[in-house]
Every structure is written in C-alpha cells, then in structure tokens.
C-alpha cells in the first residue's frame, strides 16, 4: 500500500482516540505506531534537531539528510509530524492545546525532565483529567536504578536473557538487532490502551510508569520457577546438546530447528530423515537422548547435511511435527505464507521511494489494522495540526465529575482454552487487570506446563499430585478458575457453548483446524453472543499454506528470522532466551484484544483477532529486511558487539560466570570513561568513533583488563555515574533479590496451598499512579473449580453438574496421566541446564 495509491480504509477499531506521540528512539514511537495502525490518529512531535532515529540504519544513499533512514519510517508511519521545543516554555501553550484534545500521551524522556521544563505529568494531567500519559523509560520512574541509562545489550543482560543464551563454555550472548526497544513497543501499545479503558469508563486518567528494563525481565518468566520453586539456577547450554532443544542443526543449504513433542512420535523422524536408527530406543525421550547426546547430535546432523533446510522444514510440519528454519530477509521476503496473509505493504516516501515493510502483526475481523498514511518527514504537518486544533473538541469536559478509578476489566469473563505459554499469560494477564478468567483444561491432554518438559515441580517433587505443584503453571495461570471439559465430544461442546453466551473473551492456541472441526469457529460463537472477542494464536495463521502447521516458541524463533542474526561472531545461528516468540506473541495478542474493546464500545459488536506468532516475529526484525531492499546485504552475526558502538560487549568481572556489559554511544562517554580508567592515552588515541571501529579488538582488551576482578555492581555504579548504559549479567536469584526490582514491587507474593506456601510472582512492567494491578489469587489446582463454574456460570442444577461428571463430560480427573518428562535436579545439573542449586533458597527469598 502506498499514501499516493492508498486503497480506502475501513474506520479502525481506534477510530476516535487521538495520540500525542512526544517520545523517540524505538520503543514509544514503535508503541504509538501501533495505536495508529489500529486506527488512532497519531500526532508525531519532534524536537527542532528531530528524533535521533531519523539517523538510524538502514539509510538509503542519496537521500535528503533527516529522511533517509527506513527503520525511522517503520516506526513512525501513520503519524502526522510537527516540531516543537518543549524545553522552552513558549511552547507550552500549543502543547496544552494538544493535551487538552487527546487521549493519550506517550513520552520518553528521563525521569524528572519534564518537570525540569515545567511540563510535569501532573501538570498535562491537570490540562486533561481524563488523560493517559504513558512514560516509556529505561528502568521506570522509581527505584535506585531510575536514572540509570540503558541499551539494547544492557537491557538483555540485566533481564536475565543473556544467562541462558549461548553456550556455557563462552560468553553469555544476547539477540541479535534491536530486540529490546520493540518488545517494549509492543507493551506501550497495550498498557496504553488498558488504561485508556479505564479511563473512558470511570473519567479519571492514568499514569502509566513503563520499565523497558522490566519488558525484558518479563521473557524470564519460566526461570524464575526453577529458583522460586527449586532453589536452581538456569545457565547456558552445554557446547554438545540435544538437537531436539531446538538449537539450530546445519542442512545442506542452511539450517533447521527441532523442537521434541508435539504429536508425532520420535519414530516419525526416521521416516523424514530416512534412517531406521531414529526409532532405537536410546532416543525415545529428552533424557536418554540426554544420556546418549554425542551419538544423537551425531545422527541428526548426518541426516540433515545433504538435504534441503526448506525441504525438510515442509516435510516435517506436514508430518506434524515440531520444525522450524532459519530464515534471513531474503527467504522472508520470498516467504509463500507471508505473502498469502498480505504481511508485507508497499510504502512510498518521496525521499527514499518505494520499499516493502512488515504491515500486519494481527488479523481483526471487523476493524482490520492499516497503513493509511506514510511516515512525516520533519514537521510536515505543522500547519495542518494546528489549523485544525480550533475545531477539535477538548477531552477535558469542564465540570466533570470523575468516578471511582477502577480495574479496566473489571466485570469482563474470559475463557481460556489455552496451554504451553503465549495464550496462558495474556489470560493471566487480564486477570491482573480485573477480568475474572475461566481456565479449560482438556481431560485427554495435560498442559505442558502441569507434566511436561516445561514443567517445574516443587523441589523437584514429580511423584503423586505433581501436576498441582508446578511452578511454571503457578505462574502462567494465576488468575484462574479451572474446569476440565471433554471438547471432543458434543455434550462437552454443547456446555462451553453456554458458557460462550456468558463471556466477553475468548482466548485459544489450537491449530485452525480444531476450533473448526468442532464447529467453534467465531462465525458460530458469535451467533451465541454477537458481542464476543475472540483471539486465536496459532504459529502461522488461520490462512495459508502454512497455516496448518504445528509450532512452538523454540522453532518459530528460527523461522521468524530472529536466530539468523544472533550468534557469536563469525559463528553459527544460535538460539536465544526461552520461548522468546511466546512473549512477542502475548504482548501483540493484548494490544489486539484492548483495541477489539474499544471498537466493541463504540459498536456493541465483537470481532476475531487472527494473531499469527510467525508474523509478529518477522515484524520484529524489520532493520535487515529494510537493508537486504536498500543494498541486498543483511547484518552478520556479532554477537554481543554493535556495528557502530565501540567498546559495547560483555567482560568478565569478579566471580564465577560474571559478566558486566557496557555501551559507549560518543565520543563524550568515551572520554569520560577513558578517565574512569586512567587511561588518557586511550582517548587521545582512539577519541573517534571511526578508529574505535577499526580497533575494536584492541578497545575491548583494555575493557576486559580494567574490568577484571572488579565486582559487577561496583562497576555498574562506577560507569553509569558516567553517564553510560551498564550493569550486570544477571540470572534469576539475581533478580528475584535485585533491590531495584524490589523497590519497584515487579514481584509480587502469592500464598498457595501447601506444601507450596507463600511465592514469589513476577508482576508486570509498568506502574500505574491510581491504580493498583495485582494477582488477585493463585491458579488453580486441576478442575478445582467444576462444580462452582458450572453452577454459577452456565446456571446448571446441581443434577445436571453430576451427571455431566458422571458421563466423563466434565471431569475431576485427567482420563491419561503420562509420566513426567520434566527432568529432576540432578540430571539438570549433569547436564549443566542449571549452574547451581541454593538449598537455601526460601531464606534467600524470605519466604520461610
């Protein structure tokens, strides 16, 4: 699509909402592009300089200076641009006419900046009552790090992901691009819309304090289980491992993922990759294939290094299995399910031309998203915005009288059918946020994360009621009410029909074929109840060709893109974080399901979100799709280094396993860091960026030497007091006693029954100022709640509720109950899964 041969938009489900984008770099104005693709108009304000991002790679040569960076027009598209000095006060005035007609603000400034300017957010919440501010910041707004500065590489070690990226015998390694600033668009756009709900509702506005720091912190979601439930310490990956983990195996032409479960037995493999030694029963589950790693690793890559990477991705996932590939820019854009869903849009600029961008994260039904107008350049809408603010209405209604702040869902009822991860915690997550959620299990198969490889059971205990005692299902399904129904019968279908006609939402992750073979598809439901929302997460869609495909987080990760550009230099693809797609994935399903609200309010209809996991991970990887169009390269692999940052890595500091990263950004930083270190004839020598570039092996010699033996908090004080992104590689005890995420209450502690006790929970990323977000009650033990939920829910008669329990429709118990293939704590540690174990951990925690 194209702003000159633009095809006409239906209204967005933000038709109405009107932004007031005043932040930069990538994670507000990603966060405030996303509202606009949801329909909001968006209104971009730069300073005179402009945003820094216009400066940002890839830049098509030739262009005008401040327009020719393609990543600025895919953060910014759908935004009308203007230019004002908030710094000066004379600006304040056009800046309240603004205020005073918007919904939402979103601003990225240090804390404390704009009150410097005499711009505070209670001042603009003065202007506006009904206002959202949404300050998007490093480490927030609060706590000892507040003023801290952060980067991509800082934010990924200090979140805990580069402890358990890469392998074991080498540094820790965070994703390749700029991870960090994306996913905390992706929570922008969400907790924005949230609070906007409230605020809509009740007349009272919000502040919405966002961490990036804590975004990235969120993605160490099934770690904190094994500390908070088993006293262990996850670490990176051994060099030799099971390929069925989903590290990147090399084919003929490139590499494939494989991913162990789903619902093809292990013998299925011999039947793909042609050898009967697949079926021996050395291999048939993780820990023999753990106990005979070296000859498997063996045997698998054998099979795959004369075929086709593609070849065996199709032929696999036709067999259900659970495969996946790594694909750059040039497969992605060549990609056949991509262009069946219409992924990629045309955009043209009249400084750069036309080039193709990733245009649809998420499907709506009835409120499709859209590009309806082209990034501005430079305060190309000055004129326009302020002509037009005389005949905008204010948002703030005089004489008013606000309500009682509530919860955004209070009322709502969600069902969730949901298991493994993505789905699970976007329902846990609007439980935090007031919906009451109805958790239905299958009686036939146990969530993965009550018996599976995921599953982390109290210290290590997998023997009877185990699957009541995982801590990863604690976490994934707080929240929760819990009913086990059989859905593949028609009594079953007949009960969840009813309880569809109580509901607001629908959450669901079965591939597109289950919803419709049951006849559940949203076409049916919403003859139930015309106003329902509906979310289906699959891994590549409810279309395509590919849309039948089984996935999960491990092997999409290769085939959206991300693990070809992460790795360490000059080495091979390499797998990063955990379930990484399954966080991008929760945060995109969020934002779609808060703007299907939205457009539900305005119209008293619901509508389907057809939110494709593949798709949000390809979008979130746009710097080499955009340069493979501007000179046919993509970016290397580097690992933990930038390609123009210099020194920016990660050095080992005092203490087993520990790393402290930096990134110096200028030529000023590196000064003053030359001076921290006593080394002025490290500045005088290399005191530009170009001849830090050239001896980036000699510069990060002299870090690592200075930085040896230093305590890694001590020399994140040092080097942040400079004015320098720092801080420690940090893993999950760290964090769980970090005393920052502790002032900042991002755990929260929830009492379970015994003998699990009082835990901690990881929270969420952001603080609100009149609001209070929280775990309202633990997850529930399996079909704890049968009874209750049918009673009070669907209005069934006690003799009806036996007699569904009776016939095996609603059940008290799993029908199958599989041994665990969890692993215990000694076979973790064999295979260095986990680097250390606190017997101590519950003092360590403060929860004796």
């Known amino acids: 699509m194209t702003e000159t041969a633009a095809k006409p938009a239906a209204p967005g489900a933000l038709s109405g909402v009107r932004v007031l984008d005043l932040s930069s770099g990538i994670a507000g104005p990603f966060g405030a592009r996303l509202l606009g693709d949801f329909g909001a108009d968006v209104i971009k304000v730069e300073p005179p300089a402009g945003d820094p991002s216009r400066q940002m790679a890839p830049l098509v040569p030739g262009a005008t200076q401040g327009e020719a960076s393609l990543m600025f027009q895919y953060l910014n598209w759908n935004k009308r641009g203007i230019v004002l000095d908030l710094a000066h006060q004379s600006s304040h005035a056009q800046l309240r006419q603004l205020v005073e007609r918007s919904d939402i603000v979103i601003e990225s400034f240090a804390p404390g900046t704009l009150a410097t300017w005499g711009i505070a957010v209670e001042t603009l919440m003065q202007w506006n009552p009904r206002l959202v501010v949404t300050s998007v910041t490093d480490f927030g707004q609060s706590g000892p790090y507040a003023g801290f500065k952060g980067s991509d590489l800082v934010h990924q070690a200090m979140a805990g992901i580069m402890q358990i990226s890469g392998s074991a015998d080498k540094p820790p390694l965070k994703h390749g691009l700029n991870q960090a600033g994306l996913c905390a668009g992706l929570n922008t756009a969400y907790v924005s819309l949230a609070a906007l709900h409230c605020a809509l509702a009740d007349g009272v506005g919000e502040h919405v304090d966002l961490s990036i720091h804590e975004c990235l912190a969120s993605e160490l979601l099934m770690c904190e289980t094994y500390y908070t439930y088993m006293g262990a310490v996850q670490s990176r990956r051994l060099p030799v491992q099971d390929p069925f983990a989903g590290g990147p195996v090399p084919t003929r032409d490139g590499f494939i993922s494989i991913q162990s479960g789903g619902p093809t037995p292990l013998e299925g493999y011999a039947d793909v990759f042609g050898d009967e030694a697949f079926r021996s029963p050395r291999f048939t589950n993780s820990a023999q294939r753990a106990a005979n790693v070296e000859a498997f690793r063996e045997l698998v890559e054998r099979s795959a290094r004369d075929r086709s990477a593609k070849e065996l991705f199709l032929e696999g996932s036709r067999r259900r299995m659970l495969m996946g590939m790594v694909q750059g820019a040039p497969e992605l854009l060549a990609c056949e399910q991509l262009a069946a869903r219409e992924f990629f849009g045309k955009i043209d600029h009249p400084a750069t031309g036309e080039h193709r961008f990733p245009t649809q994260m998420a499907r709506l039904s009835g409120t499709p998203t859209s590009v309806r107008r082209r990034s501005p350049m430079r305060g190309e809408h000055q004129r326009e915005v302020f002509d037009e603010l005389s005949h905008l209405p204010s948002r703030a209604v005089a004489g008013a009288k606000p309500g009682k702040p509530r919860l955004p869902l209070e009322g709502l009822r969600v069902l969730d059918l949901s298991t493994v991860v ?372 669907a209005g069934y008669t006690d003799e009806r509720i036996e007699s569904l329990i009776a016939a095996r429709v609603v059940c008290d118990e799993p029908n199958i109950m599989k041994p665990s293939e969890a692993m215990g704590i000694a076979q973790l540690r064999q295979l260095r899964a986990i680097c250390d174990v606190d017997a101590d951990y519950r003092e360590k925690l403060r929860i004796l």
């Not at 009410?481 to 009960?495: F, P, Q, W």
Request: hydrophobic share 40%; aromatic share 10%; proline share 6%.
């Open 422 to 793: 993505a789905v699970p915690y976007m329902a846990a997550l609007l439980g935090d946020l007031g919906a009451e959620v109805i958790k239905i299990e299958s009686p036939v198969r146990l969530d993965q994360t009550r018996r599976g490889v995921f599953t982390t059971y109290l210290d290590g205990d997998s023997g009877e009621g185990a699957i009541n005692r995982s801590g990863i299902f604690q976490l994934l399904n707080r929240n929760k009410r819990g009913i086990s129904l059989d859905m593949s019968t028609e009594a079953g279908r007949e009960v969840f029909r009813d309880l569809v006609a109580t509901a607001d939402i629908v959450v669901e992750n079965f591939t597109p074929r289950v919803m419709r073979g049951w006849g559940l598809h949203y076409d049916e439901l919403k003859k139930i109840n015309p106003a329902l929302v509906m979310l289906s997460n699959t891994g590549y869609g409810a279309t395509g060709p590919w849309s039948p495909f089984p996935s999960q987080g491990t092997t999409l990760e290769a085939t959206m893109g991300i693990s070809a550009f992460s790795g360490y230099r000059g080495e091979r693809p390499w797998k990063v974080g955990q379930s990484y797609p399954d966080f991008i994935a929760c945060w995109m399903g969020l934002t779609a399901i808060f703007a299907a609200l939205h457009a539900l309010r305005a119209t008293g209809q619901g509508q389907w979100i057809d939110l494709s996991m593949y798709q949000v991970g390809a979008a979130l990887v746009p710097e080499p799709l955009l340069q493979y169009q501007v000179d046919g390269t993509q970016p290397q692999r580097i690992g933990n280094e930038h390609e123009r940052f210099v020194p920016s890595n990660a050095y080992p500091v005092k203490g087993d396993d520990r790393w402290v990263a930096l990134t110096v950004e200028t030529d000023a930083q590196w000064r003053a860091l030359c001076g921290a270190m006593h080394r002025a004839d490290l500045a005088a020598t290399f005191g530009t960026a170009a001849s830090r570039i050239a001896h980036r092996e000699e510069i990060d010699a002299a870090m690592g030497e200075w930085l040896r033996g230093q305590d890694a908090f001590d020399a994140m004080r040092i080097v942040q007091s400079l004015g320098i992104a720092c801080g420690p590689v940090l893993n999950s005890r760290d964090l769980l006693t970090n005393e920052h995420l502790a002032a900042r209450g991002f755990y929260e502690r929830v009492m379970h029954p015994q003998p699990m006790g009082l835990r901690p929970m990881m929270s969420r990323p952001y603080r609100w100022a009149f609001r209070a977000p929280h775990v309202h009650k633990r997850a529930p033990a399996y079909a704890e709640d049968n009874r209750a939920v049918l009673r009070e829910v």
